[in-house]
């Protein structure tokens, strides 16, 4: 199936590891994103590539640090985990043809739970 | 600056009773307004968008919206509620121009409950 994928859809850790969360899309889109999404439901963008590049940097931890080995692909390291980055976090992607509504398409979230 | 307000933060309903999710938006140019859904521990879905054309749109599963430029709003609607439509529901906007790209601006979300 054509989609947005993530790994795992799971994550349960100790403050100060170390963790990665990967996404993957399969759409042929050329822009992907990652969200957040708090225990209230809120969402926010943290990051967006376009192209392997970063083209959005919201005010987040460098402690973030987001990896595009390939257009098709965005994961997000986070070190030294704290108890405040629990939340779901999204991936999304897009294509820049459509910047006009900017249409995305979201994975199916990854849950962190840090202890 | 652009921001959306979602009045309700949960609305319950019967089955088979009209729905009624309500968006004001606020946006310094013409806007592009969407509304998303989110099934419990499911991803978002685009359930339908607006983009200048149309002001009533009809998306998905039966859901419209209409876009009012006079109250500022874009309040999502549905004649009959299902079960399935039990879920959250987030009136977006589409933010300002950054870094080459335009961002999604997501409101509060609105939690829908339907009961048999």
Known sequence: DTAVSQTPKYLVTQMGNDKSIKCEQNLGHDTMYWYKQDSKKFLKIMFSYNNKELIINETVPNRFSPKSP??????????????????????????????SYNEQFFGPGTRLTVL | AQSVTQLDSHVSVSEGTP????????????????????????????????????????????FEAEFK??????????????????????????????GGYNKLIFGAGTRLAVHP
Request: hydrophobic share 35%.
């Open chain 2, 19 to 62: 729905v009624l999710l309500r968006c004001n938006y606020s946006s310094s140019y013409s806007p592009s307004l969407f509304w998303y859904v989110q099934h419990p521990n499911k991803g978002l879905q685009l359930l339908l968008k607006y983009t200048s054309a149309a002001t009533l749109v009809k998306g998905i599963n039966g």
């Open chain 1, 70 to 99: 390939d257009k098709a692909h965005l994961n997000l390291h986070i070190n030294s985990l704290e108890l405040g980055d629990s939340a779901v976090y999204f991936c999304a992607s897009s294509h820049v043809r459509d910047r």
């Open chain 2, 69 to 98: 430029k006079s109250e500022t709003s874009f309040h999502l609607t549905k004649p009959s509620a299902h079960m399935s439509d039990a879920a959250e529901y987030f009136c977006v906007v589409r933010g300002p121009f950054s």
